[in-house]
């Protein structure tokens, strides 16, 4: 099971907030919200410590009671206590706690009053004035929760990144229209460059804020203007996402883009640092005493504290502030050293484009290679190969091949991994093939032993290589697939294999955490589209931000090798 340090605080923070609604013991409730701040800001890997077997206990703030609960979350991914907990509440009573001004104990008191149990009811009693005669509350606060209930992001709907682009861009382009606009970046999750992300934030930075915000609230695509103040402003757009504009002078833009690029944790680490070193950090800049030594660059910033520049990708408190203390950074991959896509379809199966059109496109990418990988024959619905087709289509390569020039076509296949582990193609014709890449396309749902299994066992067909799409999962749609993770990474390794990160916005997978756990336990990737027309060899973008979101370097990325090398990294023999 891998858990990150965020996830296991977030379990406790909503133990915390449900036994404080629940009317529990306050120590007890102090205890766990101790423990979260605890376990946010670690610089170590609490699923590590455990599998290293260190003695959680010696941690301040983390009891006896805690570190079994800890355990049983790094083991099982739950704490049953909470699930527990969460079963005797309804189920979007938690929604609350993200309005102003509302806490646990509010939440209680709408809840045992007025029955309150989502934000849909708590704006209906708000409006109905029937919060305001509540023991707690006023008319003050009751206006304040009405348009607390109109700013949340809408019921926690996060957009894909790859959906958030094109508006990111355009309302940039936009607002740098405006004379009094001197620099825009959108910063917070969108820089970072997460696969999805709740709203934009856009910062500006200008000498007449007022203006250049009369200049955003005019922006064609905006469906409500929600806040409109001397240099803030929130709207939502057309397709209900937020954005929200900050504006702010020249000499704080680097401290202000390092405050709302965050992750939040990443800046409460940074300024827990900054206070060992006797200094102040806030989003105008880095203070020793009243004088402000830095902030006009993120650049200075980091220096100031004592470390290298970290890229946005990489600041979610996951060992980034250790490395660049120690100069450790990994050198992230970049879109130009990718020298080829080793996953793509064509005609021959559900693709869009002949093969010819795709060697073409490739090529106009710079790319030195391109593996064709149509898929095989269980898939049906997708136009799947059987042998003696995918035989014609290996003719038809080598003859292209002789009129290319400058890029070669590798042959391959999208191979069904079967229930039993077995392939769907038999191994002589898998022989005769570059590459081979194996996926799961049906039987999602089996158990973590059985999946397991099943894929270790495709794995062990010598002609085997990439693994594609790792877990199957679609952002928002499907879950993962339940696979020991751990075991797989290890297994990719021993046997010479490779994971995919699928470029494909929705799948996005193997995910930043798997990947950054997978490169720790030694394997190597292919980041590869899953193109299925010549428009789209071009999401290899999304792949490497997830890439370099997972600390991924040129050197873990086998499709950044120059064609001899690649065929040499792919024989298992
Ligand atoms: P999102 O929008 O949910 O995908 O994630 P972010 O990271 O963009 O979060 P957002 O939009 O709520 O806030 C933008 C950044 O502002 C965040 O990454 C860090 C910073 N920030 C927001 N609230 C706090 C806070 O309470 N403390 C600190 N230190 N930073 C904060
Ligand atoms: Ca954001
Ligand atoms: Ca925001």
């Known amino acids: 099971m891998i858990i990150s340090n965020m996830e296991i605080a977030a379990i406790f923070d909503q133990l915390a907030d449900l036994l404080e609604i629940k009317g529990e013991n306050p120590f007890k409730v102090i205890a766990y ?42 083991t099982t991914g739950k704490l049953s206590k909470l699930e527990d907990l969460k079963r005797s509440f309804p189920p979007h009573l938690l929604d609350l706690l993200n309005i102003k001004g509302i806490g646990p104990k509010r939440t209680k008191i709408l809840y045992e009053n007025l029955q309150i149990n989502s934000l849909e009811e708590l704006k209906k009693a708000a409006l109905a004035h029937k919060i305001r005669d509540l023991e707690g509350f006023d008319e003050k606060l009751e206006q304040m929760i009405l348009e607390g209930t109109k ?101 704080s833009y680097g401290a202000t883009l390092h405050y709302f690029t965050g992750s939040k944790s990443h800046n409460v680490t940074i300024r827990k640092m900054a206070i060992e070193m006797g200094l102040k950090v806030n989003e105008y800049g880095i203070f020793k005493g009243k004088e402000k030594i830095a902030g006009v660059t993120e650049e200075e910033m980091y220096k100031t504290v004592g470390l290298s520049y970290i890229e946005p990708e990489l600041r979610e408190n996951r060992g980034e502030l250790e490395a660049a203390a120690h100069r450790k950074l990994p050198d992230l991959v970049n879109i130009e050293d990718i020298k080829g896509d080793l996953h793509t379809h064509t005609t021959y199966s559900d693709g869009q484009n002949s093969i010819m059109e795709m060697a073409e496109a490739a090529k ?3 790319y030195e290679y391109i593996a064709i990988t149509d898929h095989s024959k269980l898939l049906a619905i997708y136009n799947g190969m059987d042998e003696k087709r995918l035989r014609i289509q290996l003719e038809e390569i080598d003859k292209i091949n002789e009129q290319l020039d400058g890029i070669t076509l590798l042959k391959s296949i999208e191979v069904d991994i079967l229930e039993d582990g077995s392939l769907a193609l038999n191994n002589d014709i898998l022989k005769e093939l570059d590459l081979v890449v194996g996926g799961l396309h049906e039987k ?130």
């Open 444 to 573: 999602l749902a089996l158990s973590q032993d059985k999946q397991t299994t099943r894929i270790l066992k495709a794995m062990d067909n010598p002609y085997f290589n990439i693994l594609a799409h790792p877990t199957g999962r679609l952002i928002g749609e499907r879950k993962a697939c339940d696979i020991d993770m751990e075991l797989l990474f290890k297994e990719v390794k021993a046997r010479g294999c490779f994971l995919e990160i699928n470029a494909q916005p929705k799948r996005l997978d193997l995910n930043d955490i798997h990947a950054k756990y997978a490169k720790e336990a030694g394997v190597k990737f292919a980041i590869s589209t899953d193109a299925h027309n010549i428009a789209t060899l071009d999401y290899m973008r999304y792949g490497i931000f997830q890439a370099r979101r997972g600390w991924i370097e040129k050197k873990d990325a086998i499709n950044t090798l120059s064609l001899d090398k690649l065929k040499k990294t792919l024989s298992r023999t």
């Open 364 to 366: 106009k990418l710079g």
């Open 33 to 74: 919200r101790n423990a979260v701040r605890t376990i946010e800001n670690m610089g170590t890997d609490l699923s590590k410590m455990i599998k290293d077997g260190v003695d959680l206990p010696e941690i301040p703030t983390i009891g006896e009671s805690i570190a079994k609960k800890i355990k049983e979350i790094v």
């Open 151 to 251: 700013l949340v992001k809408k019921e926690g709907k996060r957009f894909l990144y790859s959906i958030a682009e094109p508006h990111a861009n355009d309302i940039t382009a936009y607002i740098k229209k405006s004379k009094e606009v001197s620099s825009a970046i959108i910063a917070g999750s969108f820089r970072r460059r997460k696969d999805t992300v709740g709203d934009l934030d856009l910062l500006v930075t200008s000498d007449d804020p007022a203006l250049a915000i009369d200049h955003f609230i005019q922006y064609p695509d905006i469906k409500e203007v929600i806040s409109r103040g001397i240099t803030k402003s929130t709207v939502i757009l057309n397709n209900d996402l937020q954005v929200d504009l900050r504006c702010v002078p020249d000499e």
